[in-house]
């Protein structure tokens, strides 16, 4: 996700949010030394979180590239003590190898067919999905992931694929993957979801550092009251490291591990299902999204933890 002209924080509309159903008290910087900063950060990681996004690709590879099984489960092996949930996007081009070998390290998966405008692409990419499941791999399924945004898609093509899988898979919960204002905006999709799966990012939206856990929040709520009752899932939300700001976000390791903080603590107290953005680092996304792309991991590109003191 990036940001998204007409969807950007603002203070007005979110100063008489008082936090829903699950209020959570945040830390603050200002009370900490870097180093207490980094070693509470370290503890809450270590607490292990509800679910991860899965990183696929190492330096001088990217999307299109096929990956094999050996570098899938060498990063599983360093997600596994972390993480109950991984969260794969595609089910081609070695992305398959993902839930396979997640699942026989006993983690659970949410599993995406990545859909766009290549109808034959997306062919494969369904089938995939099924067949993996039937494999008995997918814990959900995801058919898409923000097709609504890059408008691949019409709505009733996106549907007519949810419902395919819903029809193929009766016995596993399928959603789509979207900004959470989205499930407002297409009730027929909201309808269509088995669960919610949505998107929340307070820095794509411009959102200062200080009021960022208390507008995620907010962004949870509006997809919870759209599903109405439906099961929701943060399937993607998080805070860069490095590469630079928008308008009052900006992007720096204190806020990083600021935000991880506050939201995994919010997870856990509140039994909240948030798949955090992302495990490592992939230097592929400074194109798409600008320097910043490439820093959201809790691991750099190398696969070192990151905000440890250097030894």
């Known amino acids: 996700m990036s940001f998204r002209e007409g969807h950007y924080f603002s203070f007005d509309e979110n100063k008489n949010y008082t936090g829903g159903e699950n209020n959570h008290p945040e830390i603050q910087i200002s009370e900490y030394t870097s180093e207490e900063l980094s070693k509470l950060?370290?503890?809450?990681l270590n607490k292990g979180m509800h679910g991860i996004?899965?990183?696929?690709?190492?330096?001088?590879?990217?999307?299109?590239?096929?990956?094999?099984?050996?570098?899938v489960n060498r990063r599983i092996?360093?997600?596994?003590?972390?993480?109950?949930w991984v969260r794969s996007f595609s089910c081609i081009e070695g992305n398959e190898h993902i839930p396979r070998i997640a699942h026989q390290n006993g983690m659970k998966t949410l599993v995406g067919a990545w859909?766009?405008?290549?109808?034959?692409?997306?062919?494969?990419?369904i089938e995939a999905l099924i067949s993996l499941a039937n494999e008995g791999c997918v814990t959900i399924a995801a058919v898409g992931n923000e097709v609504m945004y890059r408008n691949d898609l019409t709505e009733d093509q996106?549907?007519?694929?949810i419902h395919r899988?819903?029809?193929?898979?009766?016995?596993?919960?399928?959603?789509?993957v979207d900004?959470?204002?989205e499930f407002s905006h297409?009730?027929?999709?909201?309808?269509?979801?088995?669960?919610?799966?949505?998107?929340?990012?307070p820095y794509w939206e411009g959102c200062p550092i200080e009021y960022a856990f208390h507008h995620m929040k907010s962004m949870y709520e509006s997809a919870k009251q759209a599903g109405n009752g439906k099961r929701v899932i943060i399937t993607e939300t998080g805070w860069p490291s490095q590469g630079g700001s928008l308008k009052g976000a900006f992007a720096s390791e204190e806020n990083a591990m600021k935000y991880f903080i506050d939201t995994q603590n919010w997870s856990e107290q509140n039994n909240i299902e948030i798949f955090y953005f992302s495990s490592f680092d992939e230097s592929w996304k400074v194109g798409p999204e600008g320097e910043v792309g490439a820093y959201w991991g809790l691991w750099d590109k190398n696969e070192e933890l990151k905000y440890q003191e250097k030894k």
């Not at 996004?53 to 570098?71: A, R």
């Not at 859909?115 to 990419?125: A, M, R, T, V, W």
């Not at 996106?158 to 694929?161: H, M, P, Q, T, V």
Request: negative net charge.
């Open 53 to 71: 996004c899965f990183s696929m690709y190492e330096n001088h590879q990217k999307p299109g590239d096929v990956i094999y099984g050996e570098q």
């Open 41 to 44: 950060w370290l503890k809450t």
């Open 77 to 84: 092996q360093i997600l596994k003590p972390y993480a109950k």
């Open 158 to 161: 996106l549907l007519e694929y």
């Open 186 to 201: 297409r009730p027929r999709i909201t309808e269509a979801c088995d669960v919610i799966l949505t998107n929340c990012y």
């Open 179 to 181: 900004a959470y204002y």
């Open 165 to 176: 899988v819903k029809e193929a898979l009766p016995n596993i919960p399928v959603g789509y």
């Open 115 to 125: 859909l766009g405008n290549d109808l034959e692409k997306n062919e494969i990419e």
